[in-house]
């Protein structure tokens, strides 16, 4: 069992501190390095919307990120919780990818990514909380 939490701020700087995490993670867990990097792409998209999102302009807001081994189901689990405004990323719509960049509408494509690369992503609101529960089965 490998559990970490990990504290940001809603700035955009905080994202930085991501590649560490997971090189933490992979060390652990020994991921393969290719899934490290689509690991890496989802939760930065997912903590990009948090930071850029959740909270009012010029309010500080404090965001977690539990990481989490199942080694029994060969599970990785991502959450992510803040304070910020009620969003339920699981009930925004499908992208439409076979739009033109110019057709296209902004946004709804980091929501996409996250889909395509997690096998689970669940949503709850608690507490005057967002949690974003994302599941990842990896095979070792």
């Known amino acids: 069992m ?3 939490q990990f504290v940001f701020t809603n700035k955009i700087e905080e994202v930085e501190k991501l590649p560490g995490i997971l090189e933490e993670l992979h060390e652990a867990v020994a991921i393969p390095p290719a899934m490290e990097a689509s690991l890496n ?3 930065e998209e997912a903590l990009v919307n948090v930071i850029q999102y ?5 309010t500080e807001g404090r965001i977690l990120l539990d990481i989490d081994w199942e080694e029994e189901r060969q599970t990785l689990r991502f ?3 803040d304070q910020g ?3 339920d990323p699981t009930m925004a719509p499908e992208a439409n990818t076979e739009l033109s960049l110019q057709e296209r509408p902004i946004g709804g494509l980091g929501i996409f990514l996250i889909r395509q690369i997690m096998d ?3 949503y709850n609101y608690q507490n005057q909380s967002n949690i974003m529960v994302m599941e990842k089965k990896i095979s070792l």
């Open 120 to 122: 689970r992503i669940e």
């Open 2 to 4: 490998y559990h970490k």
């Open 41 to 43: 792409l989802a939760i």
């Open 85 to 87: 405004t009620h969003f």
């Open 79 to 81: 959450t992510l919780t």
């Open 54 to 58: 959740a909270y009012p302009q010029g």
